[in-house]
Each structure stands twice: as C-alpha cells, then as structure tokens.
C-alpha cells in the first residue's frame, strides 16, 4: 500500500447523527469510515462551525474514494 493510498480525505461534513449515519452507511458498503473531530463537534459544535452543521466529519482512506462512485 502506498502512501497516498493511506492519506485520509473528509468527504462529508455534518452534525454528529448525520455523520455518525453516513458512517455506518459506508460501513455497511465495505468501506472503512472514520469520525474526525466527534468529541468536539458534540461538546461545542458551534466551535468547530459556525453553522453548526459541519462540525463533525466523515473520513475514509483515499483508496476507497473509487468505491463511493
């Protein structure tokens, strides 16, 4: 596996149950998903965003990117 297989890549930017769903979704495809920034997107999310709606975000390997398509 090369390095940029490895990298990581936000594609999705939501509140903690829309990410927490988008993650399980993924999951359930086969592809290996992340949360990034949970604890903090659930504890101040208005600190992370000032919208509010991008505070927690989805990851998954750059790999698994032709997957999603």
């Given at each position: 596996m ?6 990581l ?11 927490e769903?988008?993650?399980?979704l993924?999951?359930?495809s ?5 949360l990034r920034d949970?604890?903090?997107g659930?504890?101040?999310p208005?600190y992370l965003s ?15 990117l032709?997957?999603?398509?």
């Amino acid at each position: 596996m090369s390095r940029d297989d490895e990298e990581l890549i936000t594609i999705y930017e939501r509140n903690i149950t829309e990410a927490e769903l988008s993650k399980r979704l993924l999951e359930n495809s086969g592809i290996k998903s992340f949360l990034r920034d949970e604890i903090m997107g659930t504890v101040a999310p208005g600190y992370l965003s000032p919208g509010f709606e991008g505070s927690v975000k989805v990851v998954i390997f750059k790999k698994n990117l032709k997957k999603l398509r």
